[in-house]
């Protein structure tokens, strides 16, 4: 570490109307160090970054870079002097191919140049970022999620900047795209260059990171050498308390009659019918990587993604939910993994949100009950730890976590049987994760049934009472709690058929 | 990033309130209107004469129907209608036929204008007219929910119904008798010397207003329009959405057909092409008092309130125009400009408030 700081942020702060977002919080990070950003939801991560990258430039304070007094108004300026930003949110376009988008920009490129010509140039920039094996020309939207996001890290590379900003670079990938990701930021801060990683996930900033910063709040703790700091450490400085064990414990479970059977459901993305059972007052986690077909499933179960066949038994009724309507008039609700898409309504208030499944039960005649839904609404609001005084603001005002709940807090309104979830706590941090555990043990052990898909292999082992795995849409197992180790869930959902030595292609055949 | 805002308490005042509702923009372009308006009122001559606000009233009650109805669909996220004149062609068409038919004649013919025959001949062409613009809402609304694009649907029906009402008509104007039924919708007033159009629009207006609040119907509308998919997912469908906001879009533009035949005791395919409001396009009219009372176009956010009220306001210019002498020209610019103003302003509160997430 230099002793002077490359990049240097002191004292600054950024309010929007009423809300202080920043208040005087300070950053640094010196060349060639990994620097993590943590801190949870609404602590400040994404405007300092705004900050650092030019996006924001109605703050106060000091910003200096390279030891000058800087203040960029837009990220055009920062990118000229060497900060880029890879966003949460993919900026490439989709149709066009993968050496087109990493020249986007059009620089250093010749006035003219073939398909041929650009490919060859956007090579290395390829294997910089551990894309070696992908072909410049093939389309950008034949690749996966991962790979598109190295993609566009790719790009920003080819501007060679300085400092190299990660927001949240794995929030989206699976387990073998996050470990692509995190090579390359051991390659580039080899290679010297500055990166500041922005994460939840506690095991890669302990992995990469050589100094933390943690915010809270809008104010900076001083940064902090990660080998000196453990997660339980680290997790406290963020909350500001100590957290005890974030899953709640798991009581033993009687598993007489089920009462839910999903039998040779095929669900588009899969590739053989499948069934399994679902007990009352269990947590059924469905265990896969990004792509194993545990988002279908759910979805399938729910009527809202495409089947070609199979049925659903609950409370002795047989049928096959064809749009989300059919699944909700049962009592089965549904939480996708995308709240922004499809499980809240950004620009309405949260009461509407909050009783958007059930108009039916609180109005009478087709008149809305006003009263009847401040009830309703008040009350499960109070259960997910919602502010009830915040029931007129708008839904797009809440931070992750809190849009997370309000996103599953919508389905107590027609007091569900079965809850079936994706991705519980994606963007949602360690507070509020917690919470939502303990809000779905709870309601399990109140009698409802919880069908869990989570490619988080911690959430997933840690959180439900007993696991079917998935990989590239087929079902492999079943695991219960005495075997459920990280172990043998992680050999089941990435490489399930290693040992008996048949490719899966062979096995779908 | 915003998880400070949680409210202090006491509830706060007017002032307060509508200071953390709305943007300054907003309330800079309200302002604004407000202040065009009022000195429009104060410096143009025979503005504030009884019969000049007559006028005004009635005018802006004709294209308030038929925007107010336009607002369903725009708020449950399915765009504009882009047929709503020729919805409204179709519709008069039928209308006067109906009227002046033979078989349609319920008794003597020099009777008074609220007797029970001419009421009867009125009743039938009334009825007949609302049930075409059902089916042709329904159509659209239909097409539109099965995954149509709006724009592209609703241009192909606007020349399926120009087209059936012109050959209907052979392209001539279609004229009836007075004394008629429909001439107390037109021209009557029962109050006063308000006319019965505009205390239509203003029952329409309320009942909508009421819909969209306190109704489950109201509430999916929002919601659907806010977030199809979410809505979808939570059981609101917006196939059905689509057909039942297509029919009352098209279901107020036959009304304003009817009162508007009332009027001039006749029909023509071109009425709400040529002869009507500033720019003479009712299609485009109505849309502008929807995008200048401040609906979102993405649908979601706005009310028939806001409508009714650009109503009244795009009206009062043009009449103000009218009366400074400007021609046609000049209030289609106005009008136009009125348009790109409020998208912009809109448009910039959107992104600010982006920001702040």
Redesign the interface.
Known sequence: MADQPLLKLTNISRHYGAIQALKGASFEVGRGEVMGLVGENGAGKSTMVKIIGGFDPGFSGEYFYDGEARHFKSPTAAEQVGIAIAQQELSLIPTMNVAENIFLAGDGVPLLASKSRLAAMAKPFLEEVGLGHVNPLRATNRLSVGEQHLVEVARLIAHNPQVLILDEPTAALGETDSIRILEMVKRLKDRGKSIIYVSHRMDEIFKICDRITVLRDGESQAPRAAAAMDVNSLVELMLGFELGDMYPARKPITRNAPVLKVRDLWPDGIVEPISFDVYPGEILGLAGQLGSGTSEILGAMAGSTKTRGGSLNYKGETFLPTRPKDAISRGIAYCSEDRKHDGLFLGRPIMENMSSPSLKTISAKGILSGQRELRTTTENAVKFTVDPKRLPQEAGVLSGGNQQKVALGKWLSISPGVILVNEPTRGVDVGARAEIYQILRDLADNGAAIVVASTDIQEITNLPDRIVSFYRGVQIGELHLEDMTSANILEQITDPFHEAGIAVSEKAS | ???????T?ETPNLVQRIRRDYSPLVIGMVGLFLLVFVAGAAFTDDFLTWFNVKTIIRDAALVGIMAIGLTFVTLSGNFFLLSMKEIAALSIICFATLMSADWNQWGTIDADPTSWSLFMTFLVAFTATMIIATIAGALQGALIGLGGNPIVVTLGAAGLFFGIGSWWSDNLVVSYRRPHGAEWLGTGSFIGDIPNITVAFVIIAVVAELVLR????G??V??VG??R?????????NFGMAIKCCIIASVCAAFVAVAFSGQVSSAHVNYFSSEFGSSGDMTIMVIAIVMVGGN?IMG??GSTLRTSLGAIFISSIDNMMVLNGFNSGARVLAVGLMIVFSIIVFALVRRG?R???
């Not at chain 2, 990033?1 to 409210?7: F, Q, R």
Request: hydrophobic letters at 30%; proline letters at 0%; zero cysteines.
């Open positions: 990033m915003t998880d400070v805002t949680a409210s308490g306190y109704t489950t119907f509430r999916q929002y919601l806010a977030n998919a979410a809505g979808r997912a939570t059981g609101h469908e979102s979601g956010y408030s920001a702040v997430e």
